[in-house]
């Protein structure tokens, strides 16, 4: 009877795990941009200042969006190519946060509310 008790309370144990970690698996973002805004946005990153607590959040960030861009300079595509790039949302708040800290000209606000727009609604549940 106690051997049947611990082995219920174990299967219990590894029943709950299992779904804990099936409730924890990294949503991603699939936002779609031009090649120019990318490239734009690595602009503004160079413009912020950091801690060191953030370096490799931005270094994260860097990964995702540098490849596009050395990859079009590669294949002499055109700057208003669209690519689809792909972030863990936590990587997606960290860009976003650190671009709030961008300093940016008033010619650029459109620009950057475009960016900013396309990387939120791409996080948003379809409907």
Known sequence: MKNLFSFIVTLLLITGTTFAQQQQQVQTIK??????????????LESIQLMG???????????????????????????????TLEFKVQQAQNLLNFLKRAKLNGSDVERFKKFTDVIITSAQPKK
């Open 53 to 83: 607590s953030e370096v490799d959040a931005l270094m994260e960030i860097r990964m995702i969006l540098v490849p596009p861009i050395v990859k079009a300079n590669n294949d002499k595509k055109q700057t208003n190519d669209v690519v």
């Open 31 to 44: 936002p779609s941009l031009p090649l120019s805004e990318i490239a734009f946005s690595l602009q503004l």
